[in-house]
């Protein structure tokens, strides 16, 4: 019904920065609700970053002041730039919605990921 895809991860030093992008597509009405979240290796998944259809913004604490997630609601996209980075944000990165489908139901869907790597 509603596919989510991410792009943009990939390896950078510590210091640099990168650009996340999810794309929604499928039988979408509208999205409540895009965040990202992430998990490393041996650790439980972790919201990094959310932001509600009317603009409402939250971040982890791990990120805040580092990161920036913004959406595109009329092409159904989520992008999340991250600065700054670190080695601990090493992680695979997913994008998840919360969707209203032409249904009239809501639904969460998630991204298949993408890796985020930080080292020199």
């Known amino acids: 019904q509603v596919q989510l895809v991410e792009s943009g991860g990939g390896l950078v030093q510590p210091g640099g920065s990168l650009r996340l992008a999810c794309a929604a597509s499928?039988?979408?009405?509208?999205?409540?609700?895009m965040a990202w979240y992430r998990q490393a290796p041996g650790k439980q998944r972790e919201l990094v970053a959310v932001?509600?259809?009317?603009?409402?913004?939250n971040y982890g604490d791990s990120v805040k002041g580092r990161f920036t997630i913004s959406r595109d609601n009329a092409k159904n996209m989520a992008y999340l730039q991250m600065n700054t980075l670190k080695p601990e944000d090493t992680a695979v990165y997913y994008c998840?919605?919360?969707?209203?489908?032409?249904?009239?139901?809501?639904?969460?869907?998630w991204g298949q990921g993408t890796q985020v790597t930080v080292s020199s």
């Open positions: 998840y919605a919360n969707v209203r489908l032409l249904t009239i139901q809501t639904k969460d869907y």
């Open positions: 932001m509600t259809s009317g603009g409402g913004k």
């Open positions: 499928g039988t979408i009405s509208s999205i409540l609700t």
